[in-house]
């Protein structure tokens, strides 16, 4: 920082504490702190909503590499019993489809939905540091403007006896607030542009996250319904009737009955 730069912070911070007791008039611009104020909101949804996304994708990634994991232990468990089984063949065939969603979804969707979805959301998000660089310039000068109208009302209210104090005073206060003028009626602009314009930014995004979700449901609707003709006809029947938890808790009992597992 240079000398220059932190004499001005010194004095800011001076204005701020003087504010704070009192002593130096706050100026409220209430169109500015509307706007801001919906400007926060906006951020903290577009940045809530990258971390969001990011973890939605992972959690999808992290489920496809379970499935595959769990695909593969099955099979094993199958293939090590009855190799020619249904059963075996069931898993034989579920390890496939997994597999393929697996590979479907890194192939055809993974990309896309960096491109879509993540890489805009991140773009959004780089211009936040821009906008709050803006807004903090902007509240800097409004400082430097409340100081020079409080040393121009000062000296309007106590003349001094040199001459030139009041026309100093007056430049100061007048370059002080067209400065700040200029800022603030820029930001009162703008951020609602900005913010009207993050339907038409997103609605790309969202359809495609719409068409990617709906494509994974579908591809493991279709490769996984091929898995079922491996099942008897009546399983879903027997299972509404309870009669595969009654199948269930009768080979649970024989595990018990088992030396191993604490039968007598």
């Known amino acids: 920082m240079s000398w220059t730069g932190f004499k001005k912070s010194v004095s800011r911070a001076g204005t701020t504490l003087l504010q704070k007791t009192g002593q130096i008039e706050r100026t409220v611009d209430r169109e500015f702190a509307d706007e801001e104020a919906k400007y926060r909101i906006f951020e903290k949804e577009c940045q809530a909503l990258q971390k969001d996304s990011k973890a939605y994708w992972d959690a999808m990634r992290a489920m496809t590499a379970a499935q595959s994991r ?72 409004l400082l430097d403007y409340d100081s020079a109208r409080s040393k121009l009302r000062k000296i309007i209210d106590k003349p001094s006896e040199d001459p030139t104090k009041l026309p100093r005073a007056q430049q100061e206060h007048d370059e002080s607030k067209e400065l700040f003028d200029m800022l603030n009626d820029q930001l009162i602009a703008e951020l609602p542009q900005l913010l009207d314009l993050r339907v038409p930014y997103f609605d790309p995004s969202f359809e495609a996250m719409i068409r990617m979700q709906a494509k994974f449901a579908e591809e493991g609707y279709e490769k996984l319904s091929g898995v079922q003709r491996y099942f008897a006809d009546n399983v879903r029947d027997d299972y509404a009737a309870g009669q595969l938890d009654a199948q269930v808790e009768g080979i649970l009992q024989e595990m018990r009955e088992l030396s191993i597992c604490g039968g007598n």
Do not use: Q, W
């Open 70 to 141: 769990i695909a593969e232990t099955l099979e094993t468990f199958y293939g090590a019993a009855d190799r020619t089984s249904e059963g075996a063949m069931a898993g034989h065939a579920y390890k496939r489809s997994v597999d393929d969603l697996d590979t479907t979804f890194t192939r055809e969707l993974d990309l896309p939905y960096r491109t879509t979805i993540s890489e805009p959301l991140g773009k959004m998000c780089a211009y936040f540091p821009v906008v709050n660089e803006h807004i903090t310039k902007r509240n800097k000068k």
